[in-house]
Nanobody, 121 residues
Framework: QVQLVESGGGLVQAGGSLRLSCEASGSIFKINAMGWYRQVPGKQRELVTTITSGGTTNYADSVKGRFTISRDNAKNTVYLQMNSLKPEDTAVYYC???????????????WGRGTQVTVSS
């Protein structure tokens, strides 16, 4: 009943920029935190960045200074602005959220289906 839908992935040249969006929909009472993760074949899924309901952000060392996470609480949407992209950034990017479906419900974690980002050299 809760869905996370990503958009904005695609192919871009090294040094270019790309902006990802993730909208949460369905039965949502309160979103505590949202974030972005990425994964390449043969490697562990990696934290890219997160943002809490209070606005606190966290970034992986590999993307600091290049990526920026932001949110629009009214739209239940989180964004990822990616600048100065490198071939090493090529991966499937996944949206993640911690949220309550109602005031009585417990906190649950949800994942999007992922979107491919490819950076050519």
């Amino acid at each position: 009943q809760v869905q996370l839908v990503e958009s904005g992935g695609g192919l871009v040249q090294a040094g270019g920029s790309l902006r990802l969006s993730c909208e949460a929909s369905g039965s949502i009472f309160k979103i505590n935190a949202m974030g972005w993760y990425r994964q390449v074949p043969g490697k562990q899924r990696e934290l890219v960045t997160t943002i809490t309901s209070g606005g606190t952000t966290n970034y992986a060392d590999s993307v600091k200074g290049r990526f920026t996470i932001s949110r629009d609480n009214a739209k239940n949407t989180v964004y990822l602005q990616m600048n100065s992209l490198k071939p090493e950034d090529t991966a499937v990017y996944y949206c993640n959220a911690d949220l309550f479906q109602s005031a009585r419900a417990i906190l649950r974690n949800y994942w999007g289906r992922g979107t491919q980002v490819t950076v050519s050299s």
